[in-house]
């Protein structure tokens, strides 16, 4: 049968030009290094840089890697290998050796580019670890690679007629490896504009956006480019997340819109200069990459304003859920656990494990249907398969749905603890742990245990030097959520591991109970 599809939609790349050609003499964006583009500037440096690639023999379908600070170039070359048809994988800042090293040969990299000064070092290990026929560029002089940045400035631009299709890949990002090998997350040309369509729709921005991006644009932070360029804003970038810095910028240029993962959160509220700065200039708070502490988030509200906005997603697709700014309720502080609803563009269901829906309040998987989801894992047809299957996307995720349409996750299917055949949810006790005014982090983990199969094991970090008490705290589990949910030993620590995506890892958490004991290995 003929296939009367005369068009599928918008690609990513006609989204960022179409952004760039809306506004091209308003000011674009401007890193840390001091380097700031207009509008149409910012187009003519893709084009250069896509032409640097292609005059290096790169095509259509060949994969380039990067590993990048917050910079303009960042974001530059990206966009140039999406308008040369080729695909990207962003290799994020704090991922080991191993794990980079391992994406470059699993995703078939053919040339990666490397920021310079700041990962200099891991730019010459990657260099004598990887394939030799890698083209290594730098974003900058240095030893081990060609300067990019000098090429695009001697390139004539040429802008191409020949752009990315619909079904092309765009992206191969990989998963932060929590529970195994990191895995290749295929993303389309139409995912990824549908990613940034249900975002420019849904993410309540401000009339005149002003946009400051701390955690890398690598990663979840630069899905935000895209709408704010769509709706003629200004981006500012920096290279790490500084709380003084962040404030330094709230005040000096009114910045308006922030993304913040909840660690992050935690620590600008904790700084001493927050309380005193003028912050009335931010109108949004997007949060998101990992669970925030109802308490917390209670005073986030309070210090910031209605101005949270909830996005509950993962690299398969970064929609799933979303908590709006009017839905963050102090007077339902309930609510302040829920992770929202689906956004226009998802359609949500929690399935059990024979893929029925369950019943309102039963608990169930989290599984999504959308335009935005994920084509598959890179070389992995099993799992593909397995996180596909029915037409959904499975997360792994557990949750609830409660009278009013809102969404509460329990945990992740793999985190659940069976202690004494009774399931332990560690997400609800942290939430309990995290309520008292001396927690300021919490994690949940289920230890082997004779007795019990598994023991609940809490890892606290105390606001202050003896602010909370063992035995207070399981005594407030107990009376909260019940002797089953209550740790049976609490270890308290000054850090938490977290991920290269700025999760509690608790892989790593776990392991550190297997050297012969059942204590805390600091």
């Known amino acids: 049968m003929a296939d009367h599809r005369l068009y599928q939609g918008s690609t990513y790349f006609d989204l960022i030009l179409q952004g760039l050609r809306r506004w091209p003499e308003r000011e674009a964006i401007v890193d840390a290094t001091g380097l700031g583009l207009s509008y149409a500037q910012l187009e003519r440096r893709i084009w250069q840089i896509a032409r640097v690639l292609r005059d290096a023999g790169l095509k259509r379908g060949d994969g380039v890697a990067q590993l990048a600070a917050n910079r303009v170039d960042t974001f530059a070359t990206m966009a140039a290998v999406l308008a040369n048809g080729m695909r990207y994988t962003p290799l994020h800042p704090m991922g080991s050796l191993e794990d980079q090293l391992f994406i470059l040969q699993d995703a078939e990299i053919s040339a990666m580019v490397v920021d310079v000064p700041y990962f200099a070092a891991r730019g010459e290990e990657l260099k004598a670890g990887a394939a030799n026929d890698l083209k290594i560029y730098s974003l900058g002089p240095s030893e081990f690679g060609m300067d990019l940045p000098v090429l695009a400035e001697q390139a004539q631009p040429e802008v191409l007629d020949d752009l990315p299709n619909y079904e092309d890949i765009a992206w191969v990002s990989y998963t932060g490896g929590t529970t195994g090998r990191p895995k290749g997350v295929i993303m389309t040309q139409g995912s990824m504009a549908a990613k940034s369509l249900i975002s420019m729709?849904?993410?309540?921005?401000?009339?005149?956006?002003?946009?400051?991006?701390?955690?890398?644009?690598?990663?979840?932070?630069?899905?935000?480019?895209?709408?704010?360029?769509?709706?003629?804003g200004k981006v500012y970038l920096t290279a790490g997340f500084d709380p003084d810095q962040i404030l330094?910028?709230?005040?000096?240029?009114?910045?308006?819109?922030?993304?913040?993962?909840?660690?992050m959160i935690y620590v600008l509220m904790d700084h001493p200069r927050t309380r005193k700065a003028d912050l009335s200039s931010i109108e949004s708070i997007i949060y998101a990459s990992a669970p925030m502490s109802p308490t917390r988030l209670k005073e986030a509200l309070e210090l910031f304003g209605p101005v949270m906005l909830q996005c509950y997603g993962q690299t398969e697709c970064i929609?799933?859920?979303?908590?709006?700014?009017?839905?963050?309720?102090?007077?339902?502080?309930?609510r302040l656990a829920s992770c929202g609803k689906p956004p226009a563009g998802v359609r949500m269901a929690l399935l059990d494990e024979e893929g029925v829906q369950v019943s309102p309040g039963e608990i169930g998987e989290v599984c999504i249907r959308s335009e935005a989801v994920m084509r598959g894992y890179w070389k992995r047809p099993q799992q593909t398969a397995e996180t596909l299957a029915g037409g959904w996307l499975h997360t792994g995720d557990l949750g609830y749905q409660d009278e009013e349409g809102f969404y509460y996750l329990v945990d992740r299917a793999k985190d659940m603890i069976i202690s004494g055949g009774f399931n332990v949810y560690p997400r609800e006790v942290e939430d309990v742990l995290t309520a008292h005014p001396g927690v300021a982090l919490a994690a949940v983990i289920g230890v082997p245990d004779e007795k019990w199969g598994e023991k609940v094991v809490a890892v606290v970090v105390p606001k202050t030097e003896g602010g909370a008490d063992a035995e207070a705290l399981i005594a407030l589990v107990k009376d909260r959520r019940g002797a089953i949910q209550a740790p049976k030993q609490i270890d308290f620590v000054q850090a938490l591991p977290q991920t290269s995506l700025g999760k509690i890892d608790k892989k790593a958490l776990r392991a550190r109970y297997w050297d012969g004991s059942d204590r805390m290995v600091n």
């Open 201 to 232: 729709a849904e993410w309540q921005w401000p009339q005149e956006i002003r946009y400051l991006a701390s955690s890398p644009i690598s990663h979840a932070a630069g899905f935000l480019l895209i709408p704010t360029f769509l709706n003629g």
């Open 248 to 263: 330094d910028l709230v005040e000096r240029e009114r910045v308006n819109t922030l993304f913040l993962v909840p660690t």
């Open 319 to 334: 929609h799933l859920t979303m908590m709006r700014k009017e839905e963050h309720r102090l007077d339902k502080p309930a």
